[in-house]
């Protein structure tokens, strides 16, 4: 198991921190196929589009190739992890254990981690206990403690860390890492100095992925000066230690601070002494010279990425649109997508949102219409998130009725949709404000038809009640029909809205 493809500091690091590798399903995962298995390996690939199942291409291959090598079946159940995958992961695991080849401990524990992603931590946990005694060793302890931080099961985390403990199985980084990412996920940054501790007292070396969670539990607590010190015990420790993601996580506290000089240092020590040949890291150095307003080097960048691979994948668009919204550089942003849309082999409804959103907050309908009307023409993507941005837009600019054309196109295209809460937050403070209570009533028909009804709504309608001044007899009934849970603050209003 291995940490190589974690990245980025902050709270996105201790999300992420995990022996998987971080999904990019946006990428072709093809384009990272080794030439020994870019035969099964693509076919594995494809089956999203092509439909089928694992076990039909593995037995058609084996058909064909007469043999399919346990390193080759690992490699594929790599790559497809690497993009989140976890279904056909696992399914390939499945696979071999039919065909009784022999797990490794490393193995066991892969499965177990497949296991947790695609069918919940429930189903790991019986895993783990259905595991024979000699397979309930470090790995598969390991994977399970990953997985109890990943769901922020705290009580279960620390449960099994002592009995892990108990039976001496602490005997690296691993799961003193996912502890402290765990208390970073629960908010719980001062927690993580004591834990570094247990490093000293155990005798175990940190890893790189150590000093970032620390300096990010200190950048958190808004210390500055302890984010100094972890980065002068990493210049005293291991050269392996200080990693691209190292610098990226240091320049991301720093841009937070508003240190834009330390923070472009670490980039061009970056470049200059540990660049590695992944887009990644271009991806980050264009974001964070964003996030310091530097211009010229995000398209010094982008122009440097473009040079070291072949192709420039939808995810790098993402970034560099991203980047120049930051900048408000709309001429840039429009050559930009137009380029993306010029040469895309997929269309990916998230740049075209993206371009809706930069246009509208500026007040460039016609341009954000624009987009959407191509976007429709290409994609078969639903339309919705973008249709949101129009919703909010023409609330604020109080053309209700344009907002709920959008909303009802909408509800048309994907009946399975619910608008997210900052959307509904929107309508409703529309409501509020110019006191409408019917088409707050009307509104919430709509929720209602998605199966987006819910406490939230409901007191939101309460308050636009009381800001036009109207009562409801009936609301106790409706809520009571709906199966809404009557807290203290819906109560409280109930007593306005419906009086007995």
């Not at 009533?441 to 819910?454: A, N, R, T, Y």
């Amino acid at each position: 198991m291995s940490f190589s493809r974690l990245i980025s500091g902050g709270k996105w690091l201790a999300q992420k921190l995990s022996p998987s590798t971080t999904a990019k399903a946006t990428q072709t995962a093809v384009e990272v196929a080794a030439p020994t298995r870019r035969t099964l390996f693509s076919r594995l690939s494809a089956l999203r589009a092509t439909g089928g199942t694992v076990s039909e291409v593995l037995n058609d291959y084996e058909m064909e190739e007469k043999m399919i090598r346990k390193d080759e079946l690992k490699r594929c159940v790599k790559g497809l992890r690497n993009y989140g995958r976890y279904q056909h992961s696992l399914e390939i695991m499945d696979w071999m254990e039919r065909r009784n080849i022999q797990f490794s401990d490393g193995d066991y524990a892969v499965r177990l981690d497949l296991i947790a992603k695609a069918n919940g931590i429930g189903a790991a946990k019986d895993y783990f206990k259905s595991l024979p005694p000699r397979a309930k060793n470090k790995y598969t302890s390991c994977a399970l403690l990953n997985s109890y931080c990943n769901n922020l099961m705290k009580d279960e985390a620390f449960a099994l860390f002592k009995q892990m403990d108990e039976l001496n199985l602490i005997d690296s980084c691993l799961p003193l890492n996912n502890l402290m990412g765990l208390y970073l996920k629960l908010g719980q940054p001062e927690k993580l100095p004591r834990l570094a501790d247990e490093f000293v007292r155990r005798n175990i070396s940190r890893s790189c992925f150590t000093y970032i969670l620390l300096m990010q539990s200190y950048a958190d607590l808004n210390d500055m000066e302890g984010v100094e010190r972890v980065v002068e015990e990493l210049s005293n420790d291991v050269e392996e230690n200080t990693i691209w993601t190292t610098y990226t996580t240091l320049a991301s506290i720093y841009v937070k601070a508003g240190q834009f000089e330390k923070a472009e240092a670490c980039l061009k020590k970056l470049e200059r002494d540990k660049m590695p040949r992944k887009r990644e890291a271009y991806h980050f150095l264009i974001s964070l010279y964003a996030g310091i307003s530097n211009r010229a080097e995000v398209y010094r960048v982008w122009e440097a990425m473009k040079r070291a691979f072949p192709t420039v994948p939808n995810t790098s668009y993402h970034i560099m649109i991203q980047a120049l919204a930051k900048l408000k550089d709309f001429e840039g942003l429009k050559k930009c997508f137009e380029d993306w849309e010029s040469s895309c082999s997929l269309y990916d409804m998230r740049l075209a949102t993206r371009m809706i959103s930069c246009y509208l907050s500026e007040d460039m309908l016609e341009e954000a219409e624009l987009v959407l009307d191509r976007a429709m023409k290409r994609s078969e993507d639903p339309f919705a998130t973008a249709r949101e941005r129009f919703m909010v837009y023409f609330l604020k600019k109080l053309r209700f009725d344009l907002a709920l054309k959008h909303m009802e196109a909408a509800v048309t295209e994907n009946r399975d949709w619910r608008p997210w809460p900052q959307t509904t937050a929107a309508f409703f403070d529309y409501f509020m404000d110019e006191g409408d209570v019917d088409a707050a009533e009307e509104f919430c028909k709509i929720l209602k038809g998605s199966g987006s009804l819910d406490s939230r709504a409901y007191h939101s309608l309460l308050k636009t009640y009381i800001a036009a001044g109207k009562v409801a007899p009936d609301m106790r009934r409706r809520l009571e029909e709906d199966g809404i849970e009557l807290s203290q603050e819906l109560q409280d209003l109930l007593v306005t809205v419906c009086p007995d």
